[in-house]
C-alpha cells in the first residue's frame, strides 16, 4: 500500500472514530443514512460503512398509509450488526424510531408531561398503546375514571397519555388515560363550581341510575336528579325515562357552594301543568283518566301528563266496601271520574269513581218509597238484627226490636236463619248515610194500639194473673201486659201479699198508667176499693149521719145481691 493510500485509511478511520465513537464499536446505534435506491419492497441506504444496507418499505410505512419515500431522502435508522452473511449491513428503520421516541417519552416523563398515543391491542391485564414508535402498556383500570365496558370507540384514535413508569433496559412503559382525564376534570370541576348558580341551564350525561334518581355528570363535578324532578308525571323509577349514557338538559334547582352538593331537575324547563288546574279542573266536572298507581288507600288517575288525582277507597264503590283497590280498577285502565275538590298549593285533587255512576241508594227510594213492601234473603245475622239483600246490590237492616210485636227483640231473632227469604215493609232511607231501615212486625197490626182503644187509664178490668213475685203480680188483659205492685194489692196493709193470689186467678183491678214506649200497663186493687169505697158511701149514706162503714157496705152489698 502505498503512502498515500495509508494517509487515506487513517482518514477514513478517523472518520469512523469521530461517527461511531472510538473503538469503532457501531451497533446498536441510531445513524442518519441516506436512500440511495428502492429496490423491490426493500429501500438500499448507505449510512457511510463499507457496505450499504437494506431495509423493508413496511418499516417507513404509517398506519393506513404505504412507505412516503425515495432516493435521495435522509433518513435515520438502527444499526444491528455491521454485516450480515451477505457482507451487508443490517439496518432497522422501526428500531430507531423506537430510540428516537424513548429519548422523548424520557424527556416527558422526567417533565411529567403528557404523551400522544393510539391504543392499537389488547393483551391480558390491558391495552397496548403507540407511542410514536415505543410501545407502551395500558392497564384496564387506567382507562377511564368509571369502568368501560366497550373500549372499541377509543382504538385508533390519537389521544393524550401520562406515563407512569418506564425501563428504558427493560423496554416498559406504563402508561394511564385515568390520570389524564381526572386532571381534565378537576379542572372542569373548579371552573363549573366557580361559576354555577341556581336557575342555570346545563347539559350532562347519565351517570349512574339508583332507585331514587340519577347522577349527571355536568363534566367534572356530578348532580343528583331525583326521581320527582325528571317529569312532571308520575315515574316509579328513573330508568322509565333515562338510561346510562344518555345526554340530558337539565336545570340548576339547588347549589350548596360548601357541601357541593347539586340538585338537578328535568321538569322545571317546561311549564307546570298545575297552573290554572282550578280552571281546568272545576268541582263537579267529569273527566276521562289514566289509572297510574294502586295503593291500600285509593288510586291515582292521570288527568294530564303530571297532574294526577286520588280517588280514595271510600269513593270507588257505592256497594263494595272494605274492598282493596285493586279489585275495583287496575293499573292503565281508563276511567271516568268526577273532580271533588281542587288543592292546588298542595297540588292535589279529590276524585270519586262512584260519583260517576247511579246512586242506588236514590235509585230504590224512586222504586221503594217509605211503606212499600219488599222481599229479599237474609244476608246476615248480627246481636242487634238482621241485614237483608235489595235490588240494586245494597242491604236493608230490620232491628232487632222491628221483628214481632209481642216477643223480644233476642227471643224473635231466633226464629230466623241466613238464607231465608223474608217479606218487609220499609221504614226509612237514608240517602246520605247510605242506610235503608225495614220492619217485619210492621208487616201486622200493632196489637197493643188495638187494645188501646178499648182499655183507657181508669178503667176497671178483668185480669188474669200470669206471675207471681215478690214484688207484686204480672197480668194479663186482653192480650197486654199489666202489673199490680204489691202495695196495690189492697186497702188494708195486712191483705197486701203476692202470695195471697194464684196464677190463672182472676181478678179486677183499676187501670192507673198505660206506658206505650214499655207497651205495659199498670193496674191496682186498692184504688178500685178506694173508688168503690167512695161510690158507696156517695150512695147509701155518710159516716156523719151516725151510719158505720159496715152498715153503708152492708147495705151496699144487699142492694148488689138484690139486683142480681
Known sequence: MTNSALAQADDFAALLDETLGVGGSFEGQVITGLIVEIDGDCAVIDVGLKSEGRVPLKEFATAGRNADIKAGDRVDVFIERYEDRNGEVVLSREKAKREEAWTLLEKSFEAQQRVNGVIFGRVKGGFTVDLSGAVAFLPGSQVDIRPVRDITPLLGTPQPFQILKMDRSRGNIVVSRRAVLEETRAEQR??????????????????????????????????????????WKRINHPSEALHIGQTVKVQVIRFNSETQRISLGIKQLDADPWEGVEAKYPVNAKFTGRVTNITDYGAFVELEPGVEGLVHVSEMSWTKKNVHPGKIVSTSQEVEVMVLDVDPQKRRISLGLKQTMNNPWEGFLERFPQGTLVEGEIKNITEFGLFIGLPGDIDGMVHMSDLDWEKSGEAAIQDFKKGDVVKAKVLDVDIEKE???????????????????????????????????????EVAVDGLSGFIRKGELSRERSEQRPERFAVGEKIDA??????????????????????????????????????????????????????K
Open 190 to 231: 373548579s371552573e363549573l363550581i366557580e361559576n354555577l348558580k341556581e336557575g342555570q341551564i346545563l347539559e350532562g350525561v347519565v351517570k349512574n341510575i339508583t332507585d331514587y334518581g340519577a347522577f349527571v355528570d355536568l363534566g367534572g363535578v356530578d348532580g343528583l336528579l331525583h326521581v320527582t324532578d325528571i317529569a
Open 435 to 473: 242506610r235503608i231501615s225495614l220492619g217485619i212486625k210492621q208487616l201486622s197490626d200493632d196489637p197493643f194500639q188495638n187494645a188501646l182503644s178499648s182499655i183507657k187509664k181508669g178503667d176497671v178490668v178483668t185480669c188474669t194473673v200470669t206471675q207471681v213475685t215478690e214484688n207484686g203480680l
Open 510 to 563: 183499676k187501670v192507673t198508667t198505660v206506658e206505650k214506649s214499655s207497651r205495659k200497663i199498670t193496674l191496682s186493687i186498692k184504688a178500685r176499693e178506694v173508688e168503690e169505697e167512695k161510690q158507696a158511701m156517695a150512695d147509701y149514706g155518710s159516716s156523719d149521719s151516725g151510719a158505720s162503714l159496715g152498715d153503708i157496705l152492708g147495705a151496699a152489698m144487699r142492694k148488689a145481691q138484690e139486683e
